[in-house]
């Protein structure tokens, strides 16, 4: 099972930033997908997810301002991410678990490598 994020880069405050996950090694289509980002000297901490019938659930600091959206034909998933803040930056985690959504990390067991996210003020 692999997961592999991308879309990351730097971006102007105010500005979006589109992310992709693309899942390989099995059939993700009874996942549920998520992504958490992660700060230095921060703990990851869940930022949005996506259940296989598309169900959403996102933290509340990116909660009007983000959409997480799934391609399940061809396990991809994405996340758009707007008006973005400083406060944003981090490297950017997808993961994925069987079925249900959940924001604690430790329960997710396939995660991809990360994309970083820089925003400048």
């Known amino acids: 099972v692999q997961l592999q994020a991308s879309g990351g880069g730097l971006v102007q405050a105010g500005g979006s930033v589109r992310l992709f996950c693309a899942a390989s090694?099995?059939?993700?289509?009874?996942?549920?997908m998520a992504w958490f980002r992660q700060a230095p000297g921060k703990e990851r901490e869940f930022v949005a997810a996506?259940?296989?019938?598309?169900?959403?659930t996102y933290a509340d600091f990116v909660k009007g301002r983000s959409t997480i959206s799934r391609d399940s034909a061809n396990n991809v998933m994405y996340l758009q991410v707007n008006s973005l803040k400083p406060d944003d930056t981090g490297v950017y985690l997808c993961?994925?678990?069987?079925?249900?959504?959940?924001?604690?990390?430790?329960?997710?067991?396939?995660w991809g490598q990360g994309t970083q996210v820089t925003v400048s003020s």
């Open positions: 993961a994925a678990r069987e079925f249900v959504i959940v924001t604690r990390p430790g329960s997710y067991p396939y």
């Open positions: 090694g099995r059939t993700f289509s009874s996942y549920a």
């Open positions: 996506i259940t296989w019938s598309g169900g959403t």
